[in-house]
């Protein structure tokens, strides 16, 4: 069993920045890779980036360059610093971990942009 709490959600203006955290209950050198996913409202759960043991880190289209995910092992987190927030960024953003040849999924935290 794997449990991910994430943390760091919250509401801010259009070009703001939030950081959200997500804390594995395993060491994260189990886990590869690890990473964020989004659901807007109304809409599917889509990817937002991921980041594997050796650090190779991916994103989708829409984030490069605004968003910076990193894993700190010694803690058991993977962080995901969001800049230049949109609004179109509004959504519950999910931490999501694969380990045992399983995903597992945090509770999500919300994150709202105003405009």
């Known amino acids: 069993q794997v449990q991910l709490v994430e943390s760091g959600g919250g509401l801010v203006q259009a070009g703001g920045s939030l950081r959200l955290s997500c804390a594995a209950s395993i060491s994260t050198f189990s886990i590869n890779p690890m990473g964020w996913y989004r659901e807007a409202p109304g809409k599917q759960r889509e990817f937002v980036a991921d980041i594997t043991i050796s650090g190779r880190t991916d994103y989708a289209d829409s984030m490069k360059g605004r968003f910076t995910i990193s894993r700190d092992n010694a803690k058991n987190t993977v962080n995901l610093q969001m800049n230049s927030l949109k609004p179109e960024d509004t959504g519950v953003y999910y931490c999501?971990?694969?380990?045992?040849?399983?995903?597992?999924w945090g509770q999500g935290t919300q994150v709202t942009v105003s405009s």
């Open positions: 999501k971990a694969v380990a045992y040849h399983q995903e597992w």
